[in-house]
């Protein structure tokens, strides 16, 4: 299977049935931007999606997927390559949260630590200084977190 030929399919049978990508993507209940994203060949459709999408294109299953005159296993080795890629797209986009989680709690943290110096400056001692202290922990685990996904994801991807 060919995301791409797949893609190209899709706009070409979409337009063939004067739909834009937002009345397809109403009547298959996603958003008008992963249509898009099939199209241009950037994204999959989902599996559970292939029959709605067939019919509302007019095309067999094995159309749109490019699997008419393939044999059992080269049907077997494009679902395995598919399932490789989607995979691929997952663990990068954990990585990409990872980094933002990571990014974000290092802001969080040095917001916290010159609250705390604020306070302490102010003469604010007790509580107020207790809590940000408690973020600062709080803050950590989040940084931690980041840190264990961007790990994990790097080796998923070797």
Not at 12 to 32: N, Y
Not at 33 to 51: H, Q, T, Y
Request: no cysteine; charged share 25%.
């Amino acid at each position: 299977m060919d995301v791409e030929y797949t893609g190209k399919l899709i706009a070409e049978l979409r337009k063939e049935k004067g739909l834009t990508q937002k009345q397809l993507a109403e009547r298959l209940h996603v958003t008008d931007k992963a249509v898009s994203k099939w199209e241009r060949g950037l994204n999959f459709p989902d599996l559970m999606l292939l029959d709605s999408l067939s019919a509302e294109l007019g095309a067999p299953v094995v159309r749109l997927l490019d699997i008419e005159d393939k044999s059992t296993e080269e049907v077997a080795r494009s679902m395995a390559d598919l399932a490789q890629q989607e995979r691929n797209l997952i663990v990068r986009e954990i990585v990409r949260r990872g980094w933002l989680t990571v990014i974000l709690g290092l802001l969080s943290l040095f917001a916290a630590i010159y609250a705390s110096h604020v306070l302490a400056d102010y003469g604010v001692y007790g509580l107020p200084q207790a809590a940000t202290g408690g973020m600062s922990g709080i803050i950590g685990l989040l940084i931690a977190n980041g840190i264990v996904s961007i790990r994990n994801g790097n080796k998923l991807l070797k």
